[in-house]
């Protein structure tokens, strides 16, 4: 589990290709490595992945074909959102997430409002039936508040902080982010349907 509270923005340094998917190295850019250990979970651009090989820099880690199919952020050189796996006893900034990737969607509008910036992004339906006014989303990793929602499209809107402290200040219109939409709102579907 993960709160969407980035701990550092890392950057890909390699992609591999290996069997069924790829290797990546990742460089930690100062993610605290002292207490990871093999087969930890580091949510890598909100994508959860599993350490294999890890020294004070960075780490490694493989990634599934059927991963890589709904994911938009594994290219070489491409910078990372970084956050461990949350602890029993670690303050829960953001909202519960698991690191399992929706899908993507695709940035609409990235406009500049004082210091702050506001969000626009088009989602799959499939994706956007799940998202709720002052509702929780993960884009990207980082744990955001929903503003507004209309039809296929939500809004969120970004301090400053959230920007220095993510790659999300990079973003521009047709860029595609990784979406996790509400664990709470996944199950009450699957209890309602089960209910019919």
């Known amino acids: 589990m993960f709160t969407g509270i980035v701990a550092a923005v890392g950057h890909i340094e390699a992609v591999v290709p290996a069997p069924g998917g790829v290797r990546l190295r990742i460089a930690g850019n100062g993610l605290d490595m002292s207490d990871v250990a093999l087969g930890d979970s580091i949510a ?32 070489q050189g491409a910078a990372v959102n970084l956050e461990k796996a949350l602890r029993l006893a670690d303050r829960l900034g953001g909202h519960l997430m698991t690191g399992h990737v929706d899908g993507t969607g695709t940035v609409s509008r990235f406009d500049a409002v004082g210091d702050n910036r506001r969000l626009v992004i088009a989602a799959a339906p499939a994706i956007a039936r799940y998202i709720a006014r002052k509702g929780s989303v993960a884009v990207d990793g980082v744990s955001l508040t929903v503003n507004m929602v209309e039809g296929d499209t939500f809004e969120v809107n970004l301090i400053a902080h959230t920007l220095g ?31 019919k």
Do not use: I, W
């Open 165 to 195: 402290a993510s790659t999300l200040q990079n973003l521009k219109p047709g860029v595609k982010v990784n979406l996790e939409v509400d664990l709470l709102a996944r199950y009450v579907e699957r209890l309602h349907e089960a209910g």
């Open 44 to 75: 890598v651009s909100g994508v959860c992945l599993t350490v294999v090989a890890f020294d004070n820099s960075g780490f490694e880690a493989e990634v599934s074909q059927a991963t890589l199919g709904t994911v938009a952020c594994f290219a």
